[in-house]
């Protein structure tokens, strides 16, 4: 199970993910599932009510995911081998569609030309590095990239489709992470260096959580819970990136981390207008308040062109301060990076 997940909680979502890939299967098959979906809901709320009340009969643990259950359906309801096997081929389709999406990242050198295309705010940053350690971001970068553009790229796809994909895609990560092959070079190649690097799991873990986040579109009431988000995104890829270059001091992967702070909430307000365009809006609400700004307003000036009005100058004000307390932190750091690594993280 995840950190701070009970067993039958992560039993609960893997049921969920597995229903929907049958369900999706079914459909693509061209048989009508309107009426199927509607019973296994019935079976799900059933289900989840009975895994609530055994837990809580047992230890009382967290409950989130039973609690708030994703819009899907799980499996465990369908119980005979033919339908078993549908699903395995549901999987199954979703791992074929990852491998030919990734397809384009299978050598070192495929990387590192899509890292030179798309990381352009690293590109000068990045002439720094020595080869074989570009490399090694290069191939760090490629992962995270495909993993954010699961979700960005999604479009208008059900929601529980793309759930399914971030789960395959974590399993699959984990799965080459253990030294076994998951089919995907990217994968195998990324996951067998941060393994060989002493690297935790959890790092390509909570960014996959991260980037689930925006399927939600969810609201941020302050700073603090802002940071959660950002350090998914953000600031595990820089803790990933200093431990695969052997530095493991807490007190430099603090600094390491509160370089992504930083660097996401400059691309955050950089990116206002963007985001609202796709329904997101990653500005502290309570701020918002203080100097009177709304989702609303932020939206009819963004739709309109129009200059920033006062308020919303001060909160970016605020919040930019808020990010150069994290840039002034994350400089302490550098010095205890290992020199190659030292250049490159200054000038980004």
């Known amino acids: 199970p995840d950190q701070g997940q009970a067993p039958m909680e992560a039993g609960v979502r893997r049921m969920v993910t597995e229903f929907s890939l049958l369900i999706l299967d079914l459909a693509e098959e061209g048989l009508e599932v309107a009426e199927l979906k509607e019973l296994c809901r019935g079976w799900e709320e059933l289900l989840r009510d009975t895994a609530v009340k055994e837990m809580e009969a047992q230890t ?34 979703l791992r074929r569609e990852l491998r030919l999406a990734a397809e384009g990242l299978e050598s070192p050198g495929d990387r590192l030309a899509y890292f030179g295309k798309h990381a352009k705010s690293f590109r000068f940053a990045a002439r720094f590095f020595p080869r074989e350690q ?83 579109n969810p609201r941020y009431r302050s700073l603090e819970d802002l940071r959660v988000y ?18 493991r001091d807490p007190w430099v992967l603090e600094r390491a981390f509160a370089l992504g702070h930083a660097m996401q909430l400059t691309n955050i307000l950089r990116d206002v ?3 609202l365009r796709m329904g997101r809006l990653y500005l502290p609400e309570d701020l918002m308040a203080q100097h009177g700004v709304d989702r609303a307003l932020l ?20 919040l930019m301060a808020e990010a150069e307390a994290d ?22």
């Open 134 to 216: 570009l490399q090694r971001v290069a191939n760090v970068y490629a992962f995270c990239r495909f993993t954010d553009d699961l979700v960005d790229e999604a479009g208008d796809e059900a929601r529980e489709i793309t759930e399914a994909r971030l789960n395959l895609w974590v399993e699959l990560a984990r799965t080459a992470f253990e030294g076994e092959s998951s089919g995907i070079p990217l994968l195998d190649d990324v996951m067998r260096e941060a393994r060989e690097f002493g690297v935790p799991f959890h790092y390509p873990e909570d960014l996959v959580e991260g980037v689930r986040m925006d399927l939600t």
């Open 60 to 93: 009382n643990p967290p409950l989130r995911i039973l609690r708030q259950p994703p819009d899907t359906i799980p499996a465990a309801m369908v119980a005979s081998s033919a339908n078993l096997d549908l699903a395995e081929r549901a999987t199954g389709a």
């Open 230 to 247: 950002s350090y998914r995104v953000a600031s595990v890829v820089g803790g990933w990136l200093t431990e695969l270059f052997g530095v």
């Open 299 to 318: 939206k009819a000036k963004a739709e309109n062109g129009s200059p920033a009005f006062s308020g919303y100058r001060r909160l970016i004000d605020e």
């Open 273 to 275: 207008g963007e985001d």
């Open 327 to 348: 840039y002034e932190r994350a400089f302490e750091g550098i010095p205890s990076l290992p020199r190659f690594f030292r250049a490159p993280v200054a000038v980004a």
